[in-house]
């Protein structure tokens, strides 16, 4: 069954994609620069998407800058509202038939605490319910769609609540995020700076050393339930990023992030 049967509740200006095959490791950095956001990414068969996030007159607006912001683009609107409307038109996942999830990367440019409160209290609306991915009380109940803060976000706050629907993105190099010993109910999710952990950009063969580094950065999170994400990968269209692209998917990378929707559903599946 095509994407196309199962949008009929969403807005005729949206968009429906048509049959699309999911692709487990493509993450869309800065979803919401694209002409539709979120549906053009789906399109391609993107299983994760990122979405930049200000709080503005008590509204989650979305964008890089502050500056760009504007009502109408929301976070609701963009995301939470759609990805509602695809999961009841599906029977349950984003994509039909699909159970590996879908991840919605909310990164919060500033105001950490009190943006993720309005989104705490957003996402409790019974009009998401059954939605979103829940913690509560030390268990984790899979749902459609999972939420994973990045940026500004607040982890004392997530990690007083014993009851709540989002995720932490932790970072490689920080104490206690990665491996045996983390909490993947809190930190399901570690990323990381490509240039801040390798100086290999594509040219050449990768060292050893970096490539032993990169296998044993994903073998450790796996091993403690957690996934791998970099950003600042060589993204340009240059042959070179497809070199690291093919690294990332040998070493088990599980979110390739990309600006280039087309180029790297293309090579992902080629």
């Known amino acids: 069954m095509s994407l196309a049967l199962l949008v009929g509740a969403l807005p005729a200006?949206?968009?429906?994609?048509?049959?699309?095959?999911?692709?487990?490791?493509?993450?869309?950095?800065?979803?919401?620069?694209?002409?539709?956001?979120?549906?053009?990414?789906?399109?391609?068969?993107?299983?994760?998407?990122?979405?930049?996030?200000?709080?503005?007159?008590?509204?989650?607006?979305?964008?890089?800058?502050?500056?760009?912001?504007t009502p109408e683009r929301n976070l609701r609107a963009l995301y939470l509202d759609p990805l509602r409307d695809l999961v009841k038109a599906n029977g349950g996942s984003v994509f039909p038939g699909y159970e590996g999830g879908f991840q919605l990367l909310v990164d919060i440019k500033a105001d950490g605490a009190a943006a993720y409160e309005l989104l705490d209290k957003i996402v409790r609306d019974p009009a998401y319910a059954g939605v979103f991915t829940h913690y509560a009380g030390g268990e984790v109940k899979r749902g459609p769609v999972t939420i994973v803060l990045s940026g500004d976000r607040p982890r004392d706050v997530m990690e007083g609540q014993d009851d709540r629907y989002a995720f932490y993105d932790g970072r490689i190099n920080a104490d206690g995020d990665l491996g045996i010993g983390a909490d993947a109910k809190l930190v399901p999710l570690v990323s990381q700076n490509w240039t801040n952990e390798f100086s290999w950009v594509g040219i050449g063969g990768m060292p050893e050393d970096q490539r032993a580094k990169l296998h044993k950065i994903?073998?450790?999170?796996?091993?403690?339930?957690?996934?791998?994400?970099?950003?600042?990968?060589?993204d340009a269209a240059l042959p070179n990023r497809e070199a690291v692209w093919r690294e990332l998917v040998d070493a088990g990378v599980d979110h390739i992030n990309t600006d280039d929707l087309d180029g790297l559903a293309k090579f992902l599946k080629s």
Do not use: C, K, M
């Open 218 to 234: 994903v073998d450790d999170a796996h091993a403690a339930g957690q996934r791998v994400r970099f950003w600042a990968t060589p």
């Open 13 to 69: 200006s949206a968009g429906a994609p048509s049959a699309v095959t999911p692709l487990p490791q493509a993450h869309a950095h800065n979803d919401y620069e694209h002409d539709r956001p979120l549906f053009d990414a789906l399109d391609r068969g993107f299983t994760s998407v990122e979405a930049d996030i200000h709080l503005v007159d008590g509204a989650l607006l979305v964008a890089h800058d502050r500056p760009d912001t």
